[in-house]
Structures are given as structure tokens and as C-alpha cells.
């Protein structure tokens, strides 16, 4: 090669490397949430401007997807299943329970489901199986993590696993679709993601309420990415960062919050309801908090039942009665997905030292054991106060007070003694074979078919579906009930 050729060669590998570099920096840079330059009260993925209602039955139904991997996945659509196996007459229509979610939460696992759920919606039943429950997602996402030609990408400080995540989210089930698509095109229930902010250890709900307090539009945001921080498990995921915007956008705090602020007493609830104010405030600091680093959602909320409770202290009770037009509700349905599992320890058959995995099993299971305990106690003294101010003010507007149904399906309520033990050992993975999968749903319908609080559900329904026979058809439709179900905390 003669010197001119020489030259030119390195001219034109120097600009391929620059090209590469300059690609390679684009790559190498996690997805940055976007400004939101004005604060739009009425606007984005909010509770407040999607037309959530009881629907022509009058049910309002809500169903909590707990955090376990593919575990979680696989009894959440065990419990789906059921919902559309099991119908009711209305005015003179078949109708499936399965149409009648309005509402979704969904943690760690359980986030992959319900973004599914919300965004497709009868999809999910003929599609999610295949795309996620029989797909071995822990190889493909290894996969990409060992890749040499990620490498490079994960060498960067501003790049993770957990974006590798997203990405295999998105590929297999979300295909680049945005919470726009949730607000323009979603054909399910409205789901709320919830992920643990890494500093304070509360909830982070993918919800344009929390997107406001930094001034970021929620819109534009993957839901493929938001999954992959609501399932960032500590230590095998990287955090999710998001950028705060606080103080650029001119947002207005709800008064709700600032008087839950500035409360003082009160029992247990409106204690947690102040802590939790405190939480969002501090979103407000952006001197002190720029950057917000997002893991797990089962760390704060593994049952995903504190986001309804929570939803009260974020945009207050009068919104969401207003929003979730409760005053016409008849029928308040809660189901709650507990695919919480309770491994075997043989740690103390021995005077060993316990290694590192015994030790990193227990600093993650004990907290979230421990704190979905009190969840669920909290969950229960709730649905009785909503219940007995229901009452009240039912006698006081002499109409007929809601019924409130707690359907909670839990692996730990199996009565099949071995199959209970079995399916509580199930590992928090992103696969499971086939038979552990066909297991989970079935007993998912099991345990529907078990709970006292379904049976009831089923029972009401075909009570009411008799009277309707008896009566005119104007007759047959339900009067408004109670404006105050929804209370969580005390007064």
C-alpha cells in the first residue's frame, strides 16, 4: 500500500470510529424521561381524565397483581381466566367479569401482566401465555446481558441491566408502545405501575399525579421501561432513573396535600397518609433531589394494596369519588393476586456461617414478608371503615349502603396440603416450565372457586339477575349509593 493510499485508508477509518462513537454514545445513554413545560391539570395519563365508571352494571372492580416474577404472572392470568369464564345476566345480556375490571394494579411481576392486560385487553387472554408465560424471558434477557457486543454499552455509568430489560420487554410484548397508547388506545382497565424509590423506600406509580410533582410528561414515557423498573430486582437489575423537572412547570400541589402536611394526631392511616405527603413533597427539591432512582416495586408494596390506599393522600377523596363516580356504584369489588411464596429454609439444621445467597434471600424476603403482612391488615381495616361510612351515610340519604367484596388469592390459602408446599417453593424467576404455569392457573381457579367473597359476588349477581326478572326493565337499574366509599383514612 502506497503512502496516498495509506493516508486515505486512515481518513476513512477515522471517520468510521467517529460514526461508531457517536452512534455508540446514543446507545450507551438510558431513555431521559421528558420535560413537561407546563403543568396541564386535565391532561395525560391521570385518573381525572380517563373515563373510569362503574359501568352499566354498576360494579366497580379492581384487581392487585403482587410482585413474584413469572410466579405472579402465571396465577394472575390463572385468576383472569376465571373472571371470563364466569358471567352474569344484565338487562338481559350475557356479560363476563372479566369486562367488568376497571382498574389495575400491578408490582415487580405482576407490572408485566397488568400493562399487558391494560393496554390490549382481551389480548391478554389469547396472546400472553405464548408472548411471556411460555417464553424462557430469563435466557433471552441473559442473553443479552453476556453479549459481548453489550459489553461495551453496560461499561457505561449512564446504561444497566435493567435497560436491557426494557429492551426485551419491549420487543417481545410492548413494541415501543408509550402510557399515550394507554391513554389513546388502551382496550383494558386503567393500570397503575408502581416501583420503590430507592431513597425514600416509598411507592413510585406510574401515573401522571406523580409525573407532575417533577414536572415531567408521563406520555411519552415506555411502559416497557416503567415495567422494567417495577421489576428491578436489587443486586440482579440496575436502578431506573428518572430526571426531576421540579419548579419548571408551575405546579400547584393539591390542597389535600398540604393539609395532610400540616396535620397533626390521628391514628395509624392518616399517620401513613402524612408520610406518604412527605414522600411527594420531596419530589419538590430538585437542589436535593435531581435524580430519582427507581427499583423494585415489591419493596415497598409487594401486594400492590397500598396504592389504592394511597390514592386518597395523592389526589384526595373528593377526586376520587368524582373520578371513579362511586356515587353510582353498587357493588365495590377488591381482588387481590398474592403470589407471595414462602421458600423452605434449612438454615437452621446447621452451625455453618449461612453463605451469601442464604443471606441475600433473607435480607430481601424477611422486609417484604413482614410489610405485605401489614398491608394486608391494613387493607382489611380499611375495606371496614369504607363499610361503616357507607352505612351511614346510606341510612342518612335513605338508600342502600354498597356491597364490598375482598376476594384474596393467595398460593398460602391452597387446602391441598402438598400442592400448597409445592407451589409456595416456586423461585421468583421470569420462567417457569409448563406444568409449574399450568399449575398456577389452575390454582388460581381454585382458589377463586374457594374464596367466600367470590362465591358471594356469584351469588348476589344471580340474586339480582331474579329480581330483574320480576321487575320492569326501568325498575331493574340500580339507584346511586354512597358518596363516601372510598375513606381510607381516618378522621
Known sequence: MNTSSYSSFLRTASLIAAALLASGCSLMHYHVNEQNAVYAPNSGYRVQSINLAPGASKMFVVVMFSGGGARSAALGYGVLEELARNKFEW?????????????????????????????????????????????????????????????????????????????????????????????????????????????SGGRFDFMQESFDFICSDLSKFPISRAVAASSAVPLVFSPITLWNYAGSCNFEVPESLRALEKSKGGGWSVAAARSRTRELLSYLDRDKRPFIHLLDGGLADNLSIRGMLDMETMVGSEAVRRDFRLDEMTKLVLIVVN????????????????????????VSDIPISRYTQESELAMQASIERWQQTAKIEALKNKRQAPDVYYINIGLKNLEDEEKRRELLNVQTTLYLPKKTVADLRGAASELMQDSPDFQRLLKDLNARRSDDARLPETEAIPTSTSSTVAVPAEP
Do not use: C
Open 91 to 199: 338487562q338481559g345480556k350475557s356479560e363476563r367479569l372479566f369486562d367488568e375490571v376497571d382498574l389495575v394494579y400491578g408490582v415487580s411481576g405482576g407490572s408485566i401482566l397488568a400493562a399487558y392486560y391494560g393496554l390490549h385487553g382481551e389480548g391478554v387472554l389469547n396472546e400472553f401465555n405464548d408472548k411471556f408465560l411460555n417464553l424462557d424471558f430469563d435466557d433471552k434477557v441473559l442473553s443479552r446481558v453476556i453479549s459481548i457486543s453489550n459489553q461495551w454499552r453496560l461499561s457505561s455509568p449512564r446504561f444497566g441491566r435493567s435497560d436491557l430489560l426494557e429492551e426485551q420487554l419491549d420487543e417481545v410484548l410492548f413494541n415501543k408502545a408509550t402510557f399515550n397508547d394507554l391513554i389513546n388506545k388502551r382496550k383494558g382497565p386503567f393500570v397503575v405501575i408502581s416501583a420503590t424509590d430507592m431513597s
Open 339 to 362: 403470589a407471595q411464596n414462602n421458600m423452605d429454609h434449612t438454615i437452621d439444621l446447621s452451625g455453618d456461617v449461612p453463605g451469601f445467597r442464604d443471606v441475600a434471600r433473607a
